[in-house]
């Protein structure tokens, strides 16, 4: 998943790029477009920190069950409600669903833009009504490589792998994996199904992700969910 907003497009054939307008311009755009984001990000962490919220960045491959796991997070966190702000590249169904779950949550539809920025993230938060909240879930677009590079703001990023995609993910994006504090391996109910070999993913992770915590989670049934509350509620009460 590609866009032309983050400069993620640059893999072209070289007739498609021109003399004038080449490589190192696109790269500056990058840079500069990066820099402004970075700036915006730094304003929201402010303002989060200011109201005393906790804001998480959550990312993974389409279908890796995101928003199944928000789901069950706002239906069993005990406290205030959950603010979430979902990105999807169209409709309001995860939304949807998720403010049946019990969460306070705001869709940001981004078009052909495969992640979320700062600035995106600072309009959807002035909808939500921040007294109301001391927890912040940020679901990115469902994409392994932009979103990575872009700071919303968060405190936590929390990088979600699923049994069903295979345990080479950390090694086929790095960046991605380096950048978590936490790994939340889901779908743990089907892995033997699916023939997931629990060790080699931990032994990747280790590899690429040391200092990320690790958990073992079911959004659909639930199993693992308390550790995962019980280390957020820790790092709100940081």
Same mark, same amino acid.
């Given at each position: 998943m590609m866009c032309a907003h983050c400069g993620c497009d640059v893999?072209?054939?070289p007739s498609e790029i021109s003399q004038r307008? =080449?490589?190192s311009r696109r790269i500056n755009l990058r840079i500069n477009l990066l820099q402004r984001n970075d700036q915006q990000a730094l304003q929201n962490r402010i303002h989060f920190q200011r109201h005393g919220l +906790?804001?998480?960045n959550l990312l993974s491959a389409p279908g890796s069950g995101k928003t199944a796991f928000l789901e069950q997070l706002s239906s069993l966190w005990s406290q205030q409600p959950i603010g979430v702000i979902v990105g999807d590249l169209a409709t309001d169904n995860d939304a949807q669903r998720l403010a049946k779950a019990g969460a306070k949550a705001v869709q940001i539809r981004t078009g052909d833009r495969c992640h979320l920025d700062a600035a995106l993230v600072a309009n959807a938060f002035t909808q939500l009504n921040h007294n109301e909240l001391t927890l912040l879930m940020i679901e990115n677009v =469902?994409? +392994?490589?932009?979103?990575?590079?872009?700071d919303l703001g968060e405190q936590l990023r929390i990088v979600l792998l699923s049994v069903t995609e295979g345990e080479d993910k950390p090694l086929k994006y790095p960046a991605l994996f380096k950048s978590a504090d936490a790994v939340l391996i889901n779908k743990s109910d089907l892995a033997d199904v699916v023939g997931f070999d629990r060790n080699a993913a931990i032994a990747n992770l280790e590899t690429i992700a040391p200092q990320a915590k690790r958990f073992e989670v079911s959004a659909r049934t639930g199993q693992g969910m308390k550790a995962v509350m019980q280390w957020l509620t820790d790092e709100l009460q940081h």
């Open positions: 893999a072209k054939a307008q =080449g490589p +906790l804001a998480v =469902g994409n +392994l490589v932009c979103p990575a590079a872009f």
